[in-house]
């Protein structure tokens, strides 16, 4: 593609000098002698790269630049000035100019400066390409994704939208699986009720029957009137069970249940109360294997397995993570200001992170980006520690250096092993660092300390 640049300048002089230092076939060089000419050049074409000089009569190339970022027009800005005016190039880059060239031009420097811009305009497209993308093409229901495992998942759920049959939904924690519920909830063009969730894991069982199925004044001491449940709330809607594979054998009996008669009595009454809704449960476990070692009730898990959905991890979605990058960027950005770019190393950090906390992990990751970085760029040090440091975790290796002794490699290993298990325990446990301690089969005191000391995030791996 042949892209455009565009000389201010009103020194003939100058913009023939630069015009043939620069204009080739995949580089189409235009040029105005004045701020005006410049912006009505600039709506009328689009231009990778705008050069121009800072003093000019009437409207300057410092007002040119105030003008093209009130105007949010897309072009990478260099300013030319004469020797000594770096005061004048610091307030120009401040408000938006990218580089600068010192009069009179070097053709080395020129170049330099043409290939960093044109870089940096190329990113830039692609990520307007990106957002364009995500509204065209990549959105379903909020849910944004370009791989193909992911598109068969929305091709089920609009197959499925008319019908009422329940669907369990499994994946890894931060995979989307609450989103994947209100996808199908709201492609039922049908709908009359509401989608209503709970977390089955937040809940301890005392609290979850009630939640569930309600209770009436009475039922226990703080039961001072009666209250409706969830399920009764989501008549003529969604429920939507989320970390259904936490719950007890208890409650698994009572659910069975209802999900067999759709009917229930709240706790302490006798009514029996009939409902019309759709089921859709979801877990971070595998059910089968649950059913297979004996934690989970093998017909319940039937009821529930009308419709599976397997949500894929991010690790098997790479493609994804541009796209979401792009989201969270936009989400992210600052009122009045536009979103931040990544620059091509930090974004190769971020493509080549496994990203065990998965979606969830990565929206955390940008937003701490998004909002502690200083200037439009976000580079790997913008990055958390994680993502920079252990981009290839899974098979550590060492320089061997005799100079130093072997305890020091062994300490290296342990340190990297350790790291891993307790990421993966982490992960395991959603976030819960006493169950974690049981796990890794050391203490509270002791597991909190090395979560602290290799700088391991819990947030990521909690459940929303």
């Not at 000089?53 to 004469?82: K, Q």
């Not at 979605?317 to 792009?326: A, F, G, H, Y």
């Not at 252990?390 to 340190?415: I, R």
Request: net charge neutral; aromatic share 6%; glycine share 6%.
């Amino acid at each position: 593609m042949q892209r455009k640049v565009l000389l201010v300048d009103d020194d003939p002089h100058s913009t023939t000098l630069l015009k043939r230092l620069l204009e080739t076939d995949e580089l189409k060089v235009d040029a105005v002698s004045s701020g005006q000419e410049a912006l009505a050049a600039l709506s009328a074409t689009d231009y990778s790269v705008l050069i121009t000089d800072l003093r000019m009569p009437g409207m300057g190339g410092m007002d040119l630049i105030r003008e093209v970022t009130l105007r949010r027009i897309l072009v990478t800005t260099i300013v030319t000035t004469s020797f000594g005016s770096i005061e004048r190039v610091v307030e120009a880059m401040r408000l938006g100019a990218y580089d600068f060239l010192t009069k009179p031009i070097d053709a080395t420097q020129l170049k330099l400066v043409m290939d960093r811009a044109l870089t940096m305009r190329a990113l830039q497209d692609e990520v307007l390409q990106l957002r364009q993308q995500l509204k065209e093409n990549y959105s379903f229901h909020n849910i944004i994704s370009k791989n193909s495992e992911m598109h068969k998942i929305f091709q089920l759920i609009r197959h499925i939208g008319g019908t009422k049959s329940t669907v369990l939904i499994e994946g890894e924690t931060g995979t989307g699986k609450e989103l994947i519920a209100k996808a199908v909830h709201y492609s039922s063009e049908d709908r009359q009720g509401n989608l209503v969730a709970i977390n089955c894991a937040a809940l301890p069982e005392s609290l979850l029957e009630s939640e569930l199925f309600g209770h009436e004044r009475g039922a226990f001491t703080s039961a001072d009137a009666r209250r409706k449940g969830r399920f009764e709330l989501a008549d003529k809607g969604t429920i939507f069970l989320d970390e259904i594979g936490d719950i007890s054998q208890a409650m698994q009996a009572k659910l069975l249940r209802v999900l067999q008669e759709k009917r229930f009595e709240r706790v302490g009454g006798h009514e029996s109360i009939e409902v019309d809704i759709r089921v859709v449960a979801a877990t971070n476990k595998s059910l089968e294997k649950e059913v297979k070692e004996g934690r989970f009730r093998e017909d319940l898990f039937y009821r529930l397995n009308v419709i599976k959905i397997d949500v894929p991890p991010l690790r098997e979605r790479p493609e994804d993570i541009p796209l979401l990058i792009t989201h969270f960027l936009n989400k992210y950005a600052r009122s009045g200001e536009p979103a931040k770019k990544v620059a091509p190393e930090a974004m190769d950090r971020l493509l080549g992170y496994r990203w065990p906390g998965n979606i969830r992990q990565l929206e955390n990751a940008i937003e701490r980006a998004a909002v502690t970085t200083v200037g439009d760029t976000i580079t790997a040090d913008n990055l958390p520690h994680q993502v920079v440091g252990t981009p290839n975790e899974d098979s550590p290796k060492f320089e061997v250096d005799l100079k130093q002794p072997l305890p020091f490699y062994l300490q290296q290993a342990t340190e990297q092993i350790e790291r891993q298990y307790i990421t993966k325990a982490l992960e395991k446990t959603r976030g819960n660092v006493g169950e974690c301690a049981k796990l890794c089969g050391l203490s509270r005191r002791s597991i909190s300390g090395k979560i602290s000391e290799y700088e391991i995030s819990k947030h990521p791996f909690k459940s929303a």
